[in-house]
């Protein structure tokens, strides 16, 4: 059973970089699998932020993308998310989710983490 | 991006209705549709895959079905935990785009 845990602070100040981890449990960090940071503003639908594969390759949203980094870290089992220049807008539960290449469907996600943006 | 249009919007059901949610793509993305069950405070569930494909664990009254543009989730005989927020997501390209969500109230 694989499990994955954000981390990272809640708040972040306007402007400024939010940056979270993500935890993967087991051993198919390393497998052919892509993973994922999606969002969901309170009270509103999922977007998807961008995903990595255990060799450090990437796929954005365009929307996002000239402020998204994600990074991987593989001898923990950990990828990590930072999005620069925050406005209120970026207020959400970020969620990191294991994403399956075949069918593309996300198949184990986190529990989710909020952060929210203000001064 | 592909445009992901679920209707309803919400919909008020009773213990042991069928119902029907429906999903429809800005353009064809085949059989690669995705549907999650969300409750409040957590994170979304898989319950279908590839349009049709019940997800391993998933009780057997979902069902999925469509290809190309449109596609539905169906909940055979609805149970007291099935009221929940349910969504479509395409995986044919990206972005990988979700539709609105369709609220099940009781």
């Known amino acids: 059973q694989v499990q994955l845990q954000e981390s990272g602070p809640g708040l972040v100040k306007p402007s400024g970089t939010l940056s979270l981890a993500c935890a993967v449990s087991?051993?198919?960090?390393?497998?052919?699998?892509?993973w994922s940071w999606v969002r969901q503003p309170p009270g509103r639908g999922l977007e998807w932020i961008g995903e990595i594969f255990h060799n450090g390759n990437t796929n954005h949203n365009p929307s996002l993308e000239r402020r998204v980094t994600i990074s991987v870290d593989n001898p923990t089992n950990q990828f990590s998310l930072k999005l620069t220049s925050v406005t209120a807008a970026d207020t959400a539960v970020y969620f990191c989710?294991?994403?399956?290449?075949?069918?593309?469907?996300?198949?184990?996600w986190g529990p989710g983490t909020l952060v929210t943006v203000s001064s | 991006d592909i445009q992901m249009t679920q209707s309803p919007s919400s919909l008020s059901a009773s213990v042991g209705d069928r119902v029907t949610i429906t999903c429809r793509a800005s353009q064809s993305i085949t059989t690669y549709l995705n549907w999650y069950q969300q409750y409040p405070g957590k994170a979304p569930k898989l319950l279908i895959y590839a349009a049709s494909t019940l997800q391993s664990g998933v009780p057997s009254r979902f069902s999925g079905s469509g290809s190309e543009t449109d596609f539905t989730l169906s909940i055979s005989s609805l149970q007291a935990d099935d009221f929940a927020t349910y969504y479509c997501q395409q995986s044919y390209t990206i972005p990988r785009t979700f539709g609105q969500g369709t609220k099940l109230e009781i």
């Open positions: 087991d051993g198919s960090f390393r497998s052919d699998n892509w």
């Open positions: 989710a294991r994403r399956v290449p075949r069918y593309g469907h996300f198949d184990y």
